[in-house]
């Protein structure tokens, strides 16, 4: 604790010479809208926001939502593979069932597994990522315990197609029409890829497709969002031959996925400052899985299918120096699987937030929600926010914020008699208190720097456990941890031409489980990014590395077990004559061997890590129209 406390003053009294230079002032584009029902400026924001922009995801190269994240502050990204490789996104320390994911706003997370499929959520019809790394269940309900990734979609663009090939891909073709007739707002993206994987049976295959259009009438101004996305995937497992890391030990396993998705809103003003919005949304997923049984000698087939529905309304305000926000919504969530059966939950909330300005200087958010679930009863989620700039674009933030995770369908019904292991309908949700304070001062236009200590404690986690006297495994809320942390972000325009950022995050996120004091999987002590970009007259380059400390991957901390930490830099160069843009990525440029998850081999159990790709280059060739 004394560490963390030391290095946050450290590096506040080193970032003061830098914080007392003129700058100039805010700009309106530095608003964010996930950390809260109203939008706030990020220096207004009292939560840990990172917001990743289209040109950004465009300059990494990056074709999923995994890929896109990996170089944010307080993001750990654990993947067993390229692209369509099965990965996960833990915020500070948090499991991936505790980060709800959502698209524009609406809920991924599978009620079935708890987290979202973040390698089957394409990028090439995205505008931008916000990352909020703090408690949310005030605003969102359930989940949000580790934080919030809102996926913002495209809702005009221009004309464009483009063919991404290169190393083990064979084609990424992208249409986009920005505008369509009879509509204010359009826009329609088609996107399908093919790739034959760097492993044995780690090929993937998917299309994607969405359509975006709006209009206003007398009602109030409208917009309808109509999304779908298919795969078929290897499922490779861990490597057959430890010495041969291409190998495949499940080289017959097959994975389809599928994800619908319908979303409608419609936003009534009174006025200026004062609207009521009322929204509805649907999203089915289904993942069905062909899979060999060793020990019976055959495949065997599974599939995994869950419906999300949502209604939500709410009215927003403001009256002299506050601003505030109330309303309720109705989630219903249904799922079926071979070992779950099939059931149905549903969620009624209501929630509150008001923010108040005093000055220029004092800036307080309050926020609470309150939700009713049908299995596990009551929560109360509520949040305090404070922002004091003393003076001219120094900003002081504190934040204090409770949140909740329900249990999954799988946590309350799983029946497998063969394993003896059930879930449990009697858990109780998982809950977590989390406070931060952060020094923040805005640099210019997009350009700030800022130091953050955060604390967080989490009880009543659900955990999986074995009796030896019975040989049952069952689910049971016995779990607590603690994560404390510094991270440090820095991001600076050093020319008109040139740009840089850089962010680090040490952190200790311990098990304190029956007070186990061991560190939690997958959570490393230090992690940290780095890059630099270039765009000047059409030509773009931008060099990112990336560095990750040794994980344990298991909550005994078995040494043999833990992953080594490695340094992976990307390059991509961009190039654009009119309408043509001609892109090269390089990713991994130095070709390091490195690894992010472990598995097992099957039968012997044998752990085995599962081998990231080498280098990797692709072109990408582009015409707007």
């Known amino acids: 604790m004394r560490r963390l406390l030391g290095t946050f003053f450290l590096l506040a009294l080193l970032a003061i010479p830098v914080f007392a230079e003129d700058v100039p002032t805010f700009r309106s584009s530095e608003y964010v809208v996930s950390a809260s029902k109203l939008p706030q400026s990020r220096f207004e924001n009292p939560w840990s926001v990172t917001v990743l922009t289209s040109e950004e995801i465009k300059a990494l190269g990056a074709a999923n939502l995994a890929d896109a994240v990996r170089f944010a502050a307080g993001v750990d990204v654990k993947s067993t593979g390229q692209i369509g490789a099965q990965s996960s996104i833990k915020l500070r320390g948090s499991s991936y069932q505790q980060v709800l994911v959502l698209l524009d706003g609406a809920r991924l997370n599978s009620p079935l597994l708890g987290g979202a499929q973040i390698e089957d959520i394409l990028l090439e019809d995205v505008d931008r990522i916000e990352v909020v790394r703090a408690p949310v269940s005030s605003v969102y309900g359930a989940d949000a315990v580790g934080g919030v990734i809102n996926v913002i979609t495209k809702k005009d663009a221009a004309n464009n197609i483009s063919f991404k090939s290169g190393t083990y891909l064979d084609g990424d073709l992208s249409l986009s029409i920005g505008k369509l007739p009879f509509f204010k707002r359009s826009y329609l993206n088609l996107n399908g890829i093919k790739d034959r994987g760097f492993r044995q049976n780690s090929d993937y295959q998917a299309t994607n497709g969405l359509l975006a259009v709006g209009w206003d009438d007398l009602v109030g101004s409208w917009d309808v969002t109509l999304g779908q996305y298919s795969a078929s995937k290897g499922l490779p497992g861990v490597p057959s031959v430890e010495a041969d890391p291409y190998s495949s030990s499940t ?80 989630r ?32 307080l958010t309050l926020g609470v929600r309150g939700d009713r679930h049908s299995v596990i009863g009551d929560n109360v989620s509520p949040r305090v926010g404070l922002v004091y700039s003393p003076w001219r674009d120094l900003f002081i933030k504190t934040s204090l914020s409770y949140a909740y995770r329900a249990p999954t369908l799988n946590d309350l019904y799983w029946n497998d008699p063969i394993w003896q292991m059930y879930g449990n309908a009697n858990l109780r949700s998982e809950k977590i208190r989390s406070g931060e304070i952060c020094l923040e001062r805005r640099l210019g236009s997009g350009s700030y720097a800022s130091v953050t200590y955060y604390d967080s404690a989490i009880t009543d986690l659900i955990l999986w456990n074995f009796d030896p006297l019975t040989y049952i495994t069952q689910a049971e809320n016995l779990g607590t941890s603690s994560v404390t942390g510094v991270e440090f972000e820095y991001v600076q325009k050093l020319s008109d031409a040139m740009s840089g950022f850089l962010n680090y995050t040490y952190q200790k996120a311990k098990n304190t489980t029956n007070n186990a004091d061991t560190w939690l999987p997958y959570a490393p002590e230090s992690k940290g990014n780095v890059g630099v970009t270039y765009n000047n007259s059409g030509y773009t380059s931008s060099l990112k590395a990336r560095f990750v400390g040794s994980r344990y991957t298991d909550t005994a901390n078995t040494v043999s077990q833990m992953l080594p930490a490695y340094t992976v830099a990307d390059l991509s160069l961009s190039k654009k004559w009119g309408g043509v843009d001609l892109s090269l990525y390089v990713d991994n440029v130095f070709d390091q061997v490195y690894y992010e998850s472990i598995g097992y081999l099957p039968v012997t159990y044998a752990v085995r890590k599962y081998p990231m790709p080498g280098r990797v280059i692709k072109a990408e060739l582009g015409f707007s129209f």
């Open 251 to 330: 080289p017959g396993d097959r994975e389809k996925d599928w994800r619908t998705f319908a979303d409608v809103g419609l936003k009534h003003s009174f006025g200026d400052k004062n609207s009521l919005n009322v929204r509805a949304y649907e999203n089915i997923l289904n993942q069905e899985t062909h899979i060999f049984d060793f020990w019976g000698g055959s495949f065997a087939d599974t599939s995994y299918y869950s419906w999300e529905k949502m209604i939500e309304a709410s009215h927003g305000f403001s009256i002299l120096n506050q601003s505030l926000s109330y309303g309720g919504d109705y």
């Open 332 to 363: 219903e969530s249904y799922g079926r699987s071979d070992y779950a059966g099939m059931h149905t939950i549903n969620n009624i909330g209501v929630f509150l937030e008001d923010q108040v300005t005093f000055g220029r200087q004092l800036y």
